[in-house]
């Protein structure tokens, strides 16, 4: 943490792009879709011209009587215009308050009222499907596209005078997301600039010693991710050209990376398993990844292997990440093809050193190991000062010495590594680990493009399959499979699109198992 610390002046959203464009001022941000704030600039723009976008709807966002300490809600259609707008609110001292497009109606509202009567900037597609009580919690409420008789339109506020850039104290907000949900509402995680910084420190201290020359990175992260703002700090204060998706479509993201190839790829777990398949390309649109990098959650060894497996690079690096939107990134771990073949997906990695730190705390006073695994707790200079309008619940992750509570169980080896096991709210008793057994069914049955494993009604592990092409799981290759593992019920197969998932791709394993016990099938 002390690393963490040292000449720590905070990240400044609003200016970053207006810094970077100062360093580099011919690089380049590439996107797969249009903006929905500015469709006329199209796919690929410079950084000065994003700075100056920034700067435009800072000006808009001053008009419509939005001020410094101001909080502004941003729930719109997905695009990487949210976290434009967010850098936007920011350049004029404001609090962006960042909610998935995924988030429900009732969820989004109940959002805004913990929020105080923000400002919120929403379009008219994503309006139409809030409850009224909506216009009661927001102080007032813009649109970035269509109208709405009770709200007002960016475009009224076309040429506004720009702004000075209001630069706000490093240690108040400076950004507030929301967490995965997988357990309920979500909760509004309130970040400044300083636990910003503090997060952006390990991941640029890797990256700095895996990578020698600017490459083009490829993010493929959720605009409303925390993650997504140190990404992108990393990459533009580097001179490193973007590309931004917001499709995951394995065909559309093979054409794009056949043509910009790009040298670091950046995504969440669940879409690095979706992009298996582009190993088989003959474009070899992955041939130019030096460095792969899966943020927050593990992944499964057979998605790593294949992944590094179709990099053309001299020794390729998948990079692995293992945090939590509370705190960031925490513990690290890299493979390369030589530690890919038969990698322990259990094994999350190391804390770095001088910035983070990691525990395991017993569950019932006996010591923590493979069989009897314990709480996982960290610290990092990384981690929120608070859940908005719920301090209680703040306060009960967090213990003496500012240890925060993962809400994951796992060890520690003779060498410190550590090991995850499950969450605790998904741990099934006398199974073991259930992300163990999914790692050993993905690597048994190539067919498999996502295995979940929940308690059923009566309390046994209950595995819910998804193949790909959606193609009838083959029964014998199952119990082949299933060999030596823990018993467990019949699989149920079921699409992968119908599976619940988070605003970062996560299955919401909790939902899965009532969803389950409601269709009578578990």
Known sequence: MLLQRIRNRGIQLGTLFERAARRHPTNVVTLDHDLQIAPDLGRRLTVGEVADLIDDYAARLWAAGVRPADRVVVHKTNGFDITLLAFAVSRIGGVPVL????????????????????????????LAGLPEVIFDRAAGILLTAGSHPGAKSFGEFAGAPRVPVVTVPADRPALITHTSGTTGIPKLAVHTGVTLQARYRPQISVVTALLRRRETVAIHVSFVHSRLMTALAMSLLRGCPIVVLVDSDPDRVADLFSRLRPGVLEAHPNSLMEWEGLADDPRGPLAGVKLFSSTFDAIHPRTIRRLLDASRRRNPVFGQLYGQSEVGPVIGRTYTRGRGEDADGRCVGMPFPGMTGVRVVSRDGKPPS??????????????????????QRYDAQLSAGGWWRMGDVGYRTRWGCVHLLDREVDLIEGFGSTLAAEDTLFSRIPELAEVVIVPGADGGAVPVVCTRDDRPLDPVAWRAAVAGLPAMGEPIQWRIGDLPHTATTKIKRLELARLLAGDGRA
């Open 99 to 126: 909610l998935s497009p995924s988030l429900d109606g009732d969820t989004v509202a109940e959002l805004v009222r913990r929020a105080d009567r923000p400002f919120l900037v929403t379009d008219e597609a994503k």
């Open 370 to 391: 493979a069989e009897n695994p314990g709480f996982i707790e960290v610290r990092s200079g990384g981690r929120i000062v608070t859940y908005l309008g719920e301090q």
